[in-house]
């Protein structure tokens, strides 16, 4: 059983939209929530995290929405750049168990 | 220079021989995991290790094994490999004395088993 479920995979955005990535997770004592980015022929970096005790953190263009009830936490990136093209994965937990990514591009 | 390094960087090896994928890392880190990436499929869990005397199985364990064999060295092994395992591997580290969970991982170490 996939024990965090990310959505969409794939995901085309203009330049200068918001990027929307969702992910679900089904594990309540979960309590560490981080997006990777994954460039290609590079390993995953952290992007942003976020834990429980806070609905949203944000770092620059990134945004974590978290809602604890409904178990879900969404990344948000406003202003989307090419370089932003890149695969994001959510994450849960330690050790880390992942969603099944969500490639991105950003088109002009 | 890298601070998780893996080696080799790229493989090609034939069913039914035996593999070791090495992690060395340079970040005095007490965490390593190693894990598989397959396309749409994310990055599942091999085995993990919380310090040098620990070992712990991930999500797809089965047909691998690891040896941890110092705090900054730890490797991945395919007893006898399939075609199946065909895959890119990346290990990574983590740091519990920080109080920063993040992880950082190696460039990856793409396998493929013919």
């Known amino acids: 059983q996939q024990q965090v479920k990310q959505s969409p995979q794939s995901l085309i955005v203009q330049k200068g939209g918001i990027s929307i990535i969702n992910c679900a997770y089904e594990?309540?004592?979960?309590?560490?929530f981080p997006w990777y980015q994954q460039f290609p022929g590079k390993g995953p970096a952290l992007l942003i995290a976020i834990r429980p005790d806070v609905s949203e953190k944000k770092e620059g263009r990134f945004t974590i929405s978290f809602n604890k009830s409904a178990k879900q936490f969404s990344l948000h990136i406003m202003d989307s750049q090419p370089g932003d093209s890149a695969t994001y994965f959510c994450a849960a937990n330690t050790p880390l168990v992942f969603g099944k990514g969500t490639r991105l591009s950003v088109i002009a | 220079d890298a601070d998780v390094t893996q080696t080799p960087r790229n493989r090609i090896t034939k069913t039914g021989k035996r593999i070791m994928l090495e992690c060395s890392q340079t970040?005095?880190?007490?965490?390593m995991y190693w894990y598989r990436q397959d396309p749409g499929l994310g990055l599942r869990l091999i085995y993990y290790s919380f310090d040098v005397k620990d070992i712990n199985k991930g999500e797809i364990s089965d047909g691998y094994s690891v040896s941890r064999q110092a705090q900054a060295k730890f490797s991945l092994s395919l007893e006898s490999a399939i075609p199946n395992q065909t895959a890119l591997y990346f290990c990574?580290?983590?740091?519990?004395?920080?109080?920063?969970?993040?992880?950082?991982f190696g460039q990856g170490t793409r396998l493929t088993v013919v």
């Open positions: 970040k005095g880190h007490d965490r």
């Open positions: 594990n309540t004592a979960f309590d560490y």
């Open positions: 990574a580290t983590s740091d519990s004395r920080s109080g920063n969970t993040e992880a950082f």
